[in-house]
């Protein structure tokens, strides 16, 4: 007989944990609250799915029944049209920024206002009121902020002498403008998030630091960097996720203009889909940027949770 050790079944230890479940109510209470949970998620969430999986099959306006089916028809022009190709490519462009500007940018504040005073309590709500405005509020601003004829760019292209400019009506300039609006309206929600980490750092690893001579990037680079990974992939996923669904700051300040150079994936779905009554089409654009979300959340998963960074 082998002398080698049987690692124990864990299927005891889970009907323990299953019978204090039990014996302390709470598994009542999950079985109580299940069903509710899964009806709403089913009404609002796989339901919508399904049907929207559908229709992008149809050529459909979105009265009566769906009945021209026309099978992979909408997908075609979809990836046919140069719009659409614009449109990704703009996305990308959202979500590098957002990786490489807008997560660095809140990082830097947020080491420099993380520690709890007065102060700083001051600038973090400075800096996270963009990001608890409306959208559509931000967006309206800043078309204020940018329009060449009453706006703050005419202001001061007049006090220079200079001739006004029109940056949301510049095929080159335009997108950059959009950029800036995303930056500035979402950096303050990372900041936060880091701010909170930061705060978990150990304060005596830091002191530590400091005894064997570690300059302040040092201790950045090496101690509080490091704690606080998971939180850095955490804004991350959230970075590229936001990035997808940018919506609602564009409508107002370009309405994805001009000549269709700031429009992405959500917009172009609204755009082309639902404001010409082709909500087949739509579909179809609804149901690519669902499998690139739900892909987005599957690298996450296996990059960043299996290597426990997050």
Do not use: C
Request: net charge neutral; glycine share 8%; charged share 15%.
């Amino acid at each position: 007989m082998s002398d080698t050790p049987v690692p124990p079944d864990r299927r005891p230890a889970f009907s323990d944990r299953m019978r204090r479940a039990a014996s302390n109510g709470r598994l009542t209470a999950g079985l109580i609250l299940l069903p509710p949970a899964l009806i709403l998620f089913t009404l609002f969430v796989i339901l919508p799915l399904g049907e929207s999986g559908m229709y992008a099959f149809y050529d459909w306006n979105g009265y009566g029944t769906p009945e021209d089916f026309v099978g992979l028809r909408n997908f075609e022009q979809m990836f046919g049209h140069s719009v659409f190709s614009v449109a990704v490519g703009n996305t990308v462009k959202i979500v590098v920024v957002s990786l490489l500007v807008q997560m660095p940018l809140a990082l830097l504040l947020a080491l420099l206002i993380f520690r709890q005073t007065p102060t700083n309590a001051v600038f973090r709500l400075i800096f996270f009121v963009p990001y608890i405005m409306a959208e559509v509020a931000a967006g309206l601003i800043w078309s204020f902020v940018f329009d060449g004829n009453y706006g703050v760019t005419a202001s001061i292209a007049t006090s220079l002498g200079v001739e006004r400019f029109f940056i949301l009506a510049d095929r080159e300039l335009a997108f950059y403008a959009v950029m800036t609006v995303i930056v500035w309206k979402y950096f303050g929600f990372h900041m936060m998030i880091y701010i909170a980490a930061l705060q978990g750092v150990p304060e005596d690893h830091i002191e530590a630091a400091k005894i064997e001579g570690a300059s302040r990037t040092q201790i950045v680079r090496y101690v509080q960097v490091p704690h606080i990974k998971p939180a850095i992939a955490v804004s991350a996923f959230f970075a590229i996720i936001g990035a997808l669904q940018v919506f609602d700051v564009i409508i107002p300040l370009t309405n994805g203009g001009p000549s269709n150079q700031t429009q992405t994936i959500v917009t172009y779905l609204y755009e082309f889909g639902l404001t010409r009554l082709r909500i087949g089409f739509g579909s179809a654009v609804g149901v690519v940027l669902f499998i690139v979300a739900v892909l987005v959340a599957v690298f996450y998963q296996r990059i960043f949770m299996k290597k426990g960074t997050a």
